[in-house]
């Protein structure tokens, strides 16, 4: 886990456990990150990220609906 921050935005992200989702690329199990970050209005920005755990070199977002 690591943090860290710009004027009025903190980010803090990390690894997805439960995430179960493939890579679309070669279809080999991928792992996603997950990114909170907090705007200066104080509204909560999550997004979340996956990548490949082959060397092909995806990564890309995904939906936040494949949690549970
Ligand atoms: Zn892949």
Known sequence: ????????????????????GKCPACGYPA????????????????TVSASCELPCGWSGPVPLTIMT
């Open 1 to 20: 886990m690591n943090a860290y921050s710009r004027p009025g935005v903190v980010v803090r992200t990390h690894e997805i456990l439960n995430y179960f």
């Open 31 to 46: 792992r996603a990150t997950e990114a909170r970050g907090t705007s200066m209005r104080g509204t909560l920005e999550v």
